[in-house]
């Protein structure tokens, strides 16, 4: 059982629900959520708008937990 939130990508990854490089930036997306939820670090709004910018990969996550669900969510 996974023990950490990015464990659940390797094992997405692992079992081929989702590809490598999206496990990766699954798992990069979990440390910045970490540094906002838990106010490690004091973030300036110009490297918000960076992170924003870069997550587009969500909606391939997305797309993928519809296709193996087999509806909308």
């Known amino acids: 059982m996974p023990q950490s939130y990015k464990e659940y990508f ?10 490598r490089e999206l496990s990766l930036n ?3 997306l979990v440390d910045y959520r970490n540094l906002f939820a838990h106010d ?5 709004r110009r490297e918000v708008l960076k992170i924003l910018e870069r997550i587009g ?7 993928k937990v519809r296709k193996v669900v087999g ?3």
């Open 26 to 28: 699954l798992k990069k």
């Open 10 to 19: 390797d094992v997405l990854a692992n079992n081929g629900f989702i590809g």
């Open 57 to 63: 990969f969500v909606r391939d996550f997305s797309d």
């Open 40 to 44: 490690y670090y004091n973030m300036q």
């Open 71 to 73: 509806k909308d969510i």
